[in-house]
């Protein structure tokens, strides 16, 4: 009834061109990418800063350039390539539709599924923001497309929430093409971002950052005109008296990102504690042929990553659709302990073929620990980490040995040296 | 000179000018906004209510009726989503269940079908309401609405048939001449017309003093509400409605007609007639009232806050009279709940009591009720879509992705009367904005689409205020 | 004496530069080495964008080959802002040789055809 591919990928981004590639190199000759914007390369394209590719390419890049080695390959593989083309339904039996000025609305059958749909920005609601409700209030990804790609400032006088990354690099990019930023607010007592960007994008430009605040208020009529900014106690709750209030045309917004999986969360797939599907060690989510990676599985922060991801991803499914369902059909789960935020891939075949990388973050700074690997109880493999953020993805290996003999579920967690139980 | 001049253009303005077009009459409409519909007819909880709630007898109660019967009609013509998905009024407390026979009472006296619903029934009809409900009035009438378009399309059809619309134009002045009134405008514009409706909101009373001592005034009452994200599982069906108090009918759980959920409003009042700022205290409470009566409600997904005005008034009736001896000027006032069903039957009432006291009201023969059907591809089958992408390929590319909002509709609504000028009235015409990424991948693009459409720079493009461009400087000039 | 973050690796040691160059608070020689030099002669990496005077509206993001003196972001900045570029355009096309004197280039880092 509808036409039938091998492999559609979704989000011609890092991850899907990864994924691409590696599952062409693995053998399977049709694939389709599905990319909604006019270029491959997703949000690299508006990443203009560089720190991409030390691991991948040995090399300091910039996204567009990291984002263009991707494409070129990519393309020179004669992979079937859909721009401006949106996909807008997934069925669980891998009917992916889309739509598109030039095919118009499409189903397409596919074997094997690959999401690659990155993720989005919290907005003001989704921390109820308090105060009215102006124009000025942005997300730092929304800047970010506005002055890299457009060439436009959306404010001169910036007060920005939240110290992640995003808002850091963007409080020196908007400070370097004329803005004037004030204040960085951060609501935890340490920041979020590398402190790489910590040092280069506010203390070069002496852009002070308030620790434990956030803002209380927001004051303006047709646009922002004040911002203030309050101290909060340990539950992160407003101490009254602490106000600082900035004059100011722009609230910059980088609060956090969220997978986009809408696709598949409605038709059932299991989401796990990133609010990215629950994978296991091929990528593969709870619908069988149905692989995922990159951000919309887990927000990273590092791209290098993400193409390492999108491979373990392009191979799992390439194994899939050569070999059928991989593995023993039984899988033991992966649990995040102790100042764990969560754990990918959270579920494990039974019987690996091969040594897995698990991906962790922490959920509080910590110094001086162990990463305990554990199962019913039994240490099965330990490794010291002088220093632990949550900022910094970590990776773990677990050798398949390790991972096959073990009975029941498997637990990483942190343990402050000489803390041991 | 105008026949009419209507002064605000909300759902009363817009229903009442589309109404006066069936006359031959000219009509013209001011608003202070650079959009129809802009403040209280745009955040509210979209409601079609049943009747049952207001006292028999008053304004309210009658126009809320007739009103409401007028919704099915009303939105076909105007082609707005609609729903009579019905209410139920949920009872905690067994002392509540006699609160519940009351209100039965007063719903046959103002000649409205309900019916008082078991706790099983409740349950049943409802499973995810408190296991706590003691049992529920029903209301079968009640619906929800799409306020923004109901609005937009009721002015678009109104301009149609040849009414004409001023936005940005704030009334300073009136001055009452022999048979006619002269209307100045902030930017130094007169309009003369022979009868003058004041729909003005939150400023009737305001605008009516222009003319005339009035013993009523505007007290605005802030109402806060939560947007939530489209939820798969299903949430409610129906409009949950807490009891009544004399606050008013109380924080809401609704499913709205683009599939969203709405909670609230609060309550509460406030001086200053700009303050739509919400705060943590009073979202809480929001929260805590509405999880009795819907447990589960999941908060997380909330994509939005806003808040909305009501036009209460000193009198607590709608006031629709006009001052002693001054038979062609109209003040239309305290406007709140239920105003919005009420509208198309105010409308109406205003035209037969007041108008055709000063005009001979004859047919105009040309007036069409309908607006040029509006094209939705997600209501399409594939072939259907396809056909209309190969006809015009613009349905085929989206342009909002949380939507799934194409850019042939949103060049349509440019290409129509009523057409939106800024981000905020595309976004409301269109949804392109209101999804969960609230506008961060799309908003580049429809300023786009409006600076390309209008032939403005981009620098130009306004979110909605006259202060309120989206960017303020183009880098990297080409001096 | 300086203080500064060291970025060499994640566990940001706050280090102390004296007069002599003497750096302590380093728990590795990384850090040693960055002390040195950001107490002597800061450089940073700057990453823009420039317009391309042949192509309606479009920008092409750049960056400077070497890293620059820190004192010298803002007067860089100004020459970027000054660049005219022309299409084609391929990643690491010189759009601005030696910039200001600082043995360092205004580089591209995106394909413009």
Redesign the interface.
Known sequence: MFEERELIIIGGGSAGMAAAIQAFEDGVKDIVIIEKDAVLGGILNQC???GFGLIEFKEE??G??YA?KFAEHTRSLGIDIKLESTVLKVTRDLVVTYSSKEEGFISLKAKAIILASGCYERNAGAIQLPGSRPSGIVTAGLAQKY?????YLLGKRVVILGSGDIGLIMARRMT??GAKVLAVAELMPYSNG???N???CL??FDIPLYLSHTVSNVEGHGRVEKVTISKVDQNYQIIPETEIVFDCDTLLLSIGLVPNVNLISNIGVKIGATKGAIVNEQMETSIPGIFTCGNCLHVHDLVDFVSAEGRNAGHGAAMYLQKGQIGSGHAHKVIAGDNVSYVIPSRLDKDLKEDVMLKFRVQKPQ?NSFVICESKGKVLKKIYK??L?PS?METFKLPKDIANSIKGDISIRIEKRGEGK | MFDILIIGAGIVGSLLARELKRYKLSVAVLDKENDVGNVTSMANSAIVHSGYDPVPGTLKAQMNVLGNKMFDQLTKDLDVSFGRVGSLTIAIYDEQLLVLENLAKRAKENGVEVKILTREEVLKMEPNITKEAKGALLAPTAGIIDPFNLCVHAMENALDNGAELFLGEEVVAIERKDNHFVIKSAKGHAFEAKMVINAAGLYSDKIAELVSPIDWKIMPRKGQYFVLDHYKSGLVKHVIFPLPSEKGKGILVTMTTSGNYLVGPSSEFVEDREDFSCDVSTLRQIKDSAMLMVPGIPFHQTIRCFAGLRSSSSRNDFIIETPENIPNFVNVGGIESPGFVSAPAIAEYIVEKFVSKIFKLEKNKDFNPKVRKYINPKALNARDRNLLIKENPDYGKIICNCESVTYGEVRDVLNRNCAPHTIKAMKKRVRAGFGKCQGTFCQPLIVKEIADFYKISPLDVLYDKDDSNILLEE????K | MKQ????A????CHLKVDENLNVTGN?CPKGEIYGKAEATNPV????????V?NRD?V?V?V?TSVPIP?GM?SEV?KEI?K??ANAPIK?GDILLKNVLGLDSDIVA???IE
């Not at chain 1, 002055?147 to 060439?151: E, H, T, V």
């Not at chain 3, 690796?9 to 940001?12: E, F």
């Not at chain 3, 940073?44 to 317009?51: F, H």
């Open positions: 203009i800063h560089n890049l910039t567009p350039e263009t002055l890299n790609i457009d060439g370097l093409e590398l402190n790489r910590i040092v280069q203390q070069d110094d002088a220093n953020i910094e | 880098l990297k000039d080409l | 500064f973050i060291c970025i690796c994640p566990r940001g728990l940073r990496t700057i990453t823009s964008t420039a317009r005077v509206k920008l993001t960056k820190k972001m900045m802002n660049l005219r990643i880092t995106k394909n």
